[in-house]
């Protein structure tokens, strides 16, 4: 069953079961629960914000009101709607098909990157230039059609597991953020992810995850070629970055992909600034939200912003803090803004 | 008002008509014509085709059934939805463009391809080479702001008139063409522009003019900067073509864009054959449309392949109409199959 329609079930159930509280039991308190649109956070500045930006552009009445046709939202994916520590997913799954593929590539055994990916040398990962990745990612995710790599993709994901929690990716997906783009939808917003990583990647469980449609999804892309399989036409892969969809690229990518400006966006790196940036300079209300991992038991803590260790995976910067405190961007507090954050806890 | 909402208007006044006509006069035939979606359309083989594959893919104890999330359909533009001769109505802003420009560029006197826009030199024109267009294409299109480039569009499209029609290029859309479009979406399925030309000029009017939001126009592009102006980031327009959405382009756009395998498309010229093919390489029920010019009295007769005179703009190639004939990809006459060609008539 779909993630989405267990959600929808699981509300429909709360509903009924909020219904039979009122006539049996404390019907305040009950109702309030059931029509707590963002359960899984704690009350407070981050929850507070979202839930008067909503009100405010869906009020008609209101100055800020803005018709359901220009209700854009725009999620990074990577430590924004799902975890990005150790590795981010689409690397782990490139580094896995490395070890798929090495059988048929003996040379990889002595040559770079590839033999540090075999002999699992994690300090020669973490070097690893963008040269390197772009070697990598040519061999493991192009040289195909595109049918075959949303296979491969599907294949991965229903069977890898996170290192720490030993669940798939796609259970990794944080609760809190999930009710907000629900509750975005049901106020008429169309919620698009807006991903640095690729976007055929994430098209394969965009819907089935978050309830987002392949259409929805901006992301980055290499180049296609149009050519016949069995006098059929394919979409071959090539080994060769189309579109970068990171730092400027997330603005450059969201007028390109939906020619609209978001009145909201969400991210939680320095790759997200432009983003942020970009939807804030528009007219009227508008809501800028930066996550923060700072939650080292459930998730992880990172982000030199607020002395948290330093990373290169999901950097969230002094400069990103200095602007993010400027321009009024609201941070999300993982350890106090969250009561939970997988649906599995 | 917008033309969607005039058009929605009608239906109404046509509805209620239709229940007055019930009541008072002959009840069967009022009502017959006020279910007819598709009143602009002879009854022939283009629009029993239409109305078949609709009522197959959205009746769910068909075989041939698709859910609603899955319904797309994509139209090219120039000669499909609107009148693309004598010139392409995007060329003819470029051409609009130098004229407007030329008194900062008094070295255009002097130097082609802009002494031959400036000297209206319609032989010299119908000559330009790629490389031309490009150039004017880079001075006239590029070097502004994406917003700059909104507006001059927008200004231009408020008062430049057809040579031949003397109306407004947005009054040159084929009413039978926006019937299948509005006749779609009350079916469920999400209607895509998908043109040779640039896809921020169509954004401009393609919601008041087909119906079709900014993030449904899938188009031609120059790349963009992430810059900022007066402190604002804008996104500035560059001469430098990123995405080139013709030929096999417009499968790729399709998938890049879309990322789902259209159930129906639309076209008129070999620009769209990769389009077509893409499409009914499918499964299941698939519809595949050509617009034939073939009407010199109410627009234009061109395209080689049925005997009419060749053309540059629009061509309808004998391999085109091949594989048309071996795909069973469905002709549509403007002469015999549209009783009414514009909504002016």
Do not use: C
């Not at 049996?24 to 109702?31: I, K």
């Amino acid at each position: 069953m779909r993630l989405t329609n267990v959600l929808r079930k699981i509300a429909l159930l709360g509903f009924i079961w909020a219904g039979a509280a009122l006539v049996l039991t404390a019907p305040g308190l009950a109702q309030e629960k059931a029509q707590d649109p963002l359960p899984s956070w704690n009350d407070g500045p981050a929850k507070q914000a979202i839930v008067s930006f909503v009100q405010k552009v869906t009020d008609k009445s209101n100055p800020a009101y803005v018709p359901p046709e220009d209700r854009i939202a725009t999620f990074d994916q990577d430590g924004t709607l799902w975890v990005e520590h150790p590795i981010y997913a689409q690397s782990m799954f490139a580094l896995d098909r490395v070890h798929e593929l090495a059988p048929r590539h003996p040379e990889w055994k002595t040559k770079q990157p590839f033999k540090a990916v075999l002999g699992n040398d994690r300090a020669a990962m973490a070097k690893f230039t963008e040269g390197d990745w772009a070697q990598i990612l040519g061999v493991t995710l192009a040289g195909m059609t595109n049918e075959a790599f949303l296979k491969i993709s599907q294949e991965w994901l229903a069977h890898a597991k996170h290192p720490r929690f030993k669940r798939l990716y796609t259970e990794l997906v944080y609760l809190p953020m999930l009710e907000v783009m629900q509750y975005l939808r049901h106020n008429g917003f169309k919620t698009y992810i807006v991903t640095g990583f690729g976007q055929e990647f994430v098209r394969v469980y965009g819907e089935r995850v978050y309830g987002v449609p392949p259409e929805q999804v901006v992301g980055s892309s290499i180049s296609t070629k149009y050519a016949y399989q069995d006098g059929k036409p394919v979409l071959m892969r090539l080994p060769k970055v189309f579109f970068n969809d990171n730092f400027a690229g997330k603005a450059i990518g969201i007028n390109l992909f939906i020619g609209k400006r978001p009145l909201a966006a969400f991210g939680n790196s320095t790759g997200d600034r432009q983003m942020l940036e970009y939807t804030g300079a528009g007219d009227g209300s508008r809501l800028m939200m930066l996550v923060l991992h700072d939650d080292p038991k459930r998730e992880y803590a990172y982000g030199p912003a607020e002395g948290l260790p330093d990373t290169k995976v999901g950097t969230f910067s002094q400069a990103l803090l200095g602007e993010a405190k400027k321009r009024n961007w609201v941070i999300i507090s993982m350890k106090n803004d969250w009561n939970k954050i997988f649906a599995w806890e």
